[in-house]
C-alpha cells in the first residue's frame, strides 16, 4: 500500500523558513496528485498546497500564497512543501496527502478525494 512519511515540522520564530519533506513508497510522484493539508486542533483539515503529476500544475491557499511553495523530486519520489516568513497563524499539524485518481481544479484541497495520508508532521510558530 502507498505509505506518506512526513519530516520537517519544528518550532521557529515569526518570519523564519522550513521545509516539509514527505517520503512516498508504493506509488510514484510522477503518476498521483499530492497535496499538503494542515490542521490546528478544534478546526477542520485545511488545504495548503497542491501539486499535479510529475511535478506539474500547482495551487495554494490563499492563506498561504506567496510564502509557500510546493515542489516534488521524481528521481527521490519525495514531495516538499518550503515554507518562509512563517506567521503564528501557519502553526498546525501538516500532513502529506495523494491519490491517483484524476484529480481537477476545483477537488484540489477537497480532503475526501485524496486516500493516502502521511502522519503529520508539526509546525510551531511563536511570535
Known amino acids: 500500500q502507498v505509505q506518506l512519511v512526513e519530516s520537517g515540522g519544528g518550532s521557529v520564530q515569526t518570519g523564519g523558513s522550513l521545509r516539509l519533506t514527505c517520503i512516498v513508497s508504493?506509488?510514484?510522484?510522477?503518476?498521483?496528485?499530492m497535496a499538503w493539508f494542515r490542521q490546528t486542533p478544534g478546526k477542520e483539515l485545511e488545504g495548503s498546497a497542491s501539486?499535479?503529476?510529475?511535478?506539474?500544475?500547482?495551487a495554494y491557499a490563499d492563506s498561504v500564497k506567496g510564502r509557500f511553495t510546493i515542489s516534488q523530486d521524481n528521481v527521490k519520489n519525495t514531495l516538499y512543501l518550503e515554507m518562509y516568513n512563517l506567521i503564528p497563524e501557519d502553526t498546525a499539524m501538516y500532513y502529506c496527502a495523494a491519490d491517483a485518481r484524476k484529480m481537477f481544479d476545483f477537488l484540489r484541497f477537497v480532503v475526501h478525494r485524496y486516500n493516502y495520508w502521511g502522519q503529520g508532521t508539526q509546525v510551531t510558530v511563536s511570535s
Open positions: 508504493g506509488a510514484s510522484c510522477s503518476n498521483v496528485y
Open positions: 501539486i499535479y503529476p510529475g511535478g506539474g500544475s500547482t
